[in-house]
């Protein structure tokens, strides 16, 4: 079948809500050496914003390219500062195409048309997505794989928003799933969730998202001792939003031993203010630290130098932050919530605890930290289980789901 027949048949299965059979074809690595796929990829936001999809988007990119292929991001131009990004860029060998967005404000910042003439395959990121939405919806003309990142079981502290949730996955949500071609999901949990939401198990793939190489090579604790000073601290590694749990952790603070301290490492996703607002009130002030967005680099010193990492989210797709800390063979107190359950074993590689409940994490915090023997344990243990989720170990299921596709 040539590729615009193929292209053409995939788009009438999609209009009568089946998939084309999945037809045997030469590998990847034999099609390299023939001709070389063009991948387009489309996210909300990329490179130069920071965050766990941004980071997965820009390694699988990478890794693509080095295997002889060409890769294409598709993002929208506005920033999350509000800045406008130039139209056309590059990174690490991916071509970065920028669009404006439809509507300039909110949730709708990230709903752009991207131009995919010439995809060999998409890759859509981000479940709960306008623009995705709408790609599949115009006949996009290459096979889809869309990778769900956040999930789709993701809960919401707002009644409205899980209201307004409850009706996007039942008319458009769902609807979209079911168009695709492939879907990638970061749990197991996701995999049962679509297949009660009647979406073929045949299409879910599940692949987490990896962390590279170079976050198993040791950390230097001289940036983290410089911004902390060289006692005993607390770890949060993220965005500083609300459903983070980033309020609740604060609350242990008063609870912890007085030489231990709180570090936040992260952009301000909205409750910075509320924070140091907080630290206020609780008199705490001095013991808390936010040092904003930090680098690689940085990242590892924090997390080698560390007491543990706390993850103390609402929920979870996957939690890769949990990763880095084991990568680097530090112990983890996180949230009993989304994915968490299934990455972290309760009292081996780490401590999980229930959600909003400031009193349960505090002490899931000193079960680690004023057992230091325990948490080194708990660290090893961790670091053995963050082998599989190098980047070597995960991508190449990737490339097996755009074989089969292309």
Not at 64 to 92: E, K, Q
Not at 327 to 351: F, I, K, M, N, Y
Request: glycine share 10%; with cysteine; aromatic share 6%.
């Amino acid at each position: 079948m040539s590729s615009g027949s193929r292209r053409q048949s995939l788009s009438r299965s999609r209009r009568i809500g089946r998939a084309e059979p999945i037809r045997k074809r030469p590998t990847m690595t034999a099609q390299r050496r023939e001709r070389s796929l063009t991948i387009h990829h489309v996210t909300p936001h990329f490179y130069p914003e920071i965050g766990g999809l941004e980071e997965s988007v820009r390694r699988l990119g990478v890794w693509f390219v080095r295997r002889g292929h060409r890769v294409v991001v598709h993002t929208s131009s506005l920033a999350v500062s509000g800045n406008t990004l130039p139209t056309l860029d590059s990174i690490d060998g991916i071509e970065i195409r920028r669009s404006a967005p439809i509507v300039r404000r909110g949730y709708f910042r990230t709903w752009f048309r991207p131009d995919l003439e010439g995809a060999d395959l998409i890759h859509l990121h981000g479940y709960a997505v306008r623009t995705n939405d709408r790609v599949i919806r115009t006949d996009p003309g290459a096979p889809v794989v869309f990778s769900l990142h956040h999930g789709v079981r993701m809960v919401h502290r707002a009644a409205s928003t899980r209201v307004l949730r409850a009706v996007y996955d039942r008319f458009v949500g769902l609807p979209t799933l079911r168009r695709v071609d492939s879907i990638l999901v970061p749990s197991r949990g996701d995999v049962e969730w679509l297949a009660g939401h009647r979406i073929p198990k045949e299409r879910v793939h599940l692949v987490p998202t990896p962390v590279p190489d170079e976050a198993f090579l040791a950390g230097n604790p001289a940036w983290a001792r410089s911004s902390v000073g060289s006692g005993r601290f607390v770890l949060y590694l993220g965005r500083i939003h609300a459903e983070k749990g980033v309020d609740i952790l604060l609350e242990t603070v008063p609870s912890l031993q007085k030489d231990v301290q709180l570090v936040y490492a992260g952009p301000d996703g909205g409750q910075l203010g509320a924070l140091k607002a907080r630290a206020q009130q609780l008199g705490i002030v001095e013991r808390v630290r936010f040092l904003g967005a930090v680098t690689e680099d940085q990242k590892k010193s924090l997390l080698v130098s560390c007491s543990v990492l706390v993850l103390p989210s609402m929920f979870e797709a996957q939690g890769i932050s949990v990763v880095e800390a084991w990568a680097q063979s530090r112990p983890v107190v996180v949230t009993e919530v989304g994915a968490l359950p299934e990455l972290v074993r309760d009292r081996e590689t780490g401590v999980l605890v229930p959600f909003g409940d400031p009193r349960a994490l505090a002490g899931g915090i000193r079960a680690v930290i004023e057992h230091p023997e325990r948490g080194a344990e708990m660290g090893r243990r961790g670091r053995e289980v963050a082998e599989s989720f190098r980047a070597g170990n995960v991508f190449p299921a990737v490339e097996r789901v755009y074989d089969e596709l292309t």
